[in-house]
C-alpha cells in the first residue's frame, strides 16, 4: 500500500475505539491515511488521538476556511485512492444511500471517483432492520463494498451481527483493493508450513519446535505478491493469512497426501515445513503402559515431499528449505543438488536463531550457482525478499 492515498472515514459508534488501531494498521503497510471524523464520531473518540497516529490534521468540517481554497471536500475526493469508512454507522448507511451532501464526509463519498468501502458497526436490531439492509442492498448495488459486519457479543449486551470488524482483518482486506497487480498474479502456489506430528500411541506423538512463522510469512508474501495460495499446514496456533487457503493436516504422511491432491496447475511448490523424517513403525492402539525402565520405538523413513514433488516430469518451480547446525552453504548445496531443487533457502538452527522465533537470517542458493544472502530480519521482511527471488527467477525462465 506504500503510497496509497486511504481517507479513513470515523462514524458515530462505539467501535471508534477500533479506528485507532485501524490507522496504525494501515500506516505500517506504507499507506498515507488521512482521517475524517462526523460530529456523532467525536462523541466517542477524540481528532487527537487520530491525529497523533496518522500524522496529519483531522478533517471534520465542510466549512474549514484552512482546507484549499475552501472546498476541502473536492481536494480530498481527489486525493483519495480508496475512502473506506470505519465504523460505519446505520445513519451513516442511510446518509450515504440518499445521497445526502450534509456534512464533509458524506460530500466527499458523493464528490470522489474512488472506490467506496464500508465496515459497518450496529447494534444487531438495527442491522437487521429492513430499512439498513435495503439501503445496503442499494448500496451494493452502486459498487460500493462492505466488509462484515461480524457476528458476536455486542457493546450494548446483545448477540448477533453487527459488530465491526477487527482492525487487522479490515487492513488485510483492505490491501489487496489497492494494489498493482503482483509479480505472481496469476501463479498458483503451494506451500508447507508448521511441523508435523507422529503418533506413537492414542496420547502421544513426536514433533519438533517449528512454529510455522517462516512458512505463514511466505504465504502472505506471495499472496500480496498476486499469487493464488494453497498453504498446507501441520498443527500451529498462527491464524491463516487472509486470501489464502489453508489445508490443516497432522502427520508427514496426510502431508504427503494433501500436497500430491493439491499439486496438479501449481507453479511453485515450496516446502517450508519442518517434517518429520522418522515416524513410529507402528502406532500402539491402545496407550503404552509403563513397565519397563526403558523404552525403545521403532522408526521407519517417512516420505521426503519436497524430493518427490521434484523427480516428477511435470514439476512446477521447487524451493526447498533447510535447517542446518552447521556447515550451513556446504550442506545446503548438497541438498539442493541431491534433491534436484530450483533453489533452496537454507538457515542455521544451532543457537536457536531460527526455530519458534520472529527473526531469521536466510542464505538462498540457486541452481545454476546464484547466491543471495538474507540478512537478519523479522521473517515477514525475509519472506517478501524471498519470494520477490522467486518472483524474478520464474520471470527468467518464461
Ligand atoms: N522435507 C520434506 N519431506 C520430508 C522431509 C523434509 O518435504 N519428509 C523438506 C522440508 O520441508 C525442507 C527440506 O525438505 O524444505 C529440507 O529438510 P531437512 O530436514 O532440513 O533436510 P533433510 O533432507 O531431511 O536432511 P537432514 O535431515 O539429513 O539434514
Redesign the pocket.
Known amino acids: 500500500m506504500r503510497g496509497k492515498h486511504v481517507i479513513l472515514g470515523v462514524t458515530g459508534g462505539i467501535a471508534a475505539y477500533k479506528s485507532a488501531e485501524l490507522v496504525r494498521r494501515l500506516t505500517e503497510r506504507g499507506a498515507e491515511v488521512q482521517v475524517v471524523m462526523t460530529a456523532a464520531a467525536r462523541e466517542f473518540i477524540t481528532a487527537t488521538t487520530f491525529q497523533a497516529l496518522s500524522g496529519r490534521t483531522v478533517r471534520e468540517s465542510l466549512w474549514d476556511p484552512a482546507a484549499e481554497g475552501a472546498m476541502g471536500h473536492i481536494e480530498l475526493a481527489r486525493w483519495a485512492d480508496l475512502v473506506l469508512v470505519a465504523p460505519a454507522s446505520a445513519d451513516f448507511l442511510a446518509r450515504l444511500t440518499h445521497g445526502r451532501a450534509d456534512d464533509l464526509l458524506a460530500t466527499l463519498c458523493l464528490a470522489t471517483a474512488a472506490p467506496i468501502v464500508l465496515a459497518p458497526a450496529m447494534n444487531q436490531q438495527m442491522w437487521q432492520n429492513a430499512a439498513t439492509q435495503a439501503n445496503v442492498a442499494m448500496l451494493k448495488s452502486r459498487g460500493v463494498r462492505l466488509l462484515g459486519p461480524a457476528s458476536g457479543d455486542q457493546a450494548c449486551g446483545e448477540v448477533g451481527p453487527g459488530r465491526m470488524l477487527e482492525a487487522v482483518e479490515i487492513a488485510d482486506l483492505v490491501e489487496p483493493m489497492l494494489a498493482v497487480p503482483g509479480p505472481l498474479t496469476g501463479k498458483r502456489v503451494l506451500i508447507?508450513a508448521g511441523p508435523t506430528r507422529e503418533c506413537i500411541d492414542p496420547v502421544r506423538f513426536i514433533s519438533n519446535r517449528s512454529s510455522g512463522k517462516m512458512g505463514y510469512a511466505v504465504a502472505q508474501a506471495m499472496r500480496a505478491a498476486g499469487a493464488e495460495v494453497v498453504l498446507v499446514s501441520g498443527p500451529v496456533s498462527l491464524c491463516a493469512p487472509t486470501g489464502v487457503q489453508r489445508i490443516s493436516v497432522e502427520s508427514?504422511a496426510q502431508m504427503f497426501e494433501v500436497v500430491q491432491q493439491q499439486l496438479p496447475g501449481t507453479d511453485v511448490f515450496v516446502?517450508?515445513?519442518?517434517?518429520?523424517?522418522y515416524r513410529p513403525l507402528e502406532i500402539a492402539p491402545v496407550k503404552i503402559k509403563k513397565r519397563n525402565e526403558q523404552l525403545t520405538v521403532e522408526m521407519t523413513r517417512?516420505?521426503?515431499?519436497?524430493?518427490s514433488v521434484a523427480a516428477r516430469t511435470d514439476r512446477p518451480f521447487v524451493v526447498?528449505?533447510?535447517?542446518?547446525t552447521n556447515n550451513v552453504e556446504q550442506?545446503a548445496l548438497e541438498?539442493l543438488l541431491r534433491?534436484n531443487l530450483d533453489m533452496i533457502a537454507a538457515n542455521e538452527v544451532s543457537t536457536c536463531k531460527a526455530f519458534d522465533c520472529e527473526d531469521n537470517a536466510l542464505l538462498v542458493l540457486s541452481r545454476g550457482g546464484a547466491r543471495v544472502e538474507l540478512p537478519q530480519a523479522p521473517k515477514r521482511e525475509l519472506a517478501t525478499a524471498l519470494v520477490a527471488l522467486i518472483a524474478d527467477r520464474l520471470k527468467s525462465k518464461v
Not at 516446502?271 to 523424517?277: E, G, K, L, S, Y
Not at 517417512?302 to 524430493?307: E, F, R, V, Y
Open positions: 508447507t508427514a516446502a517450508t515445513a519442518a517434517v518429520a523424517d517417512t516420505t521426503d515431499i519436497l524430493a526447498g528449505f533447510a535447517a542446518e550442506h541438498k534433491k
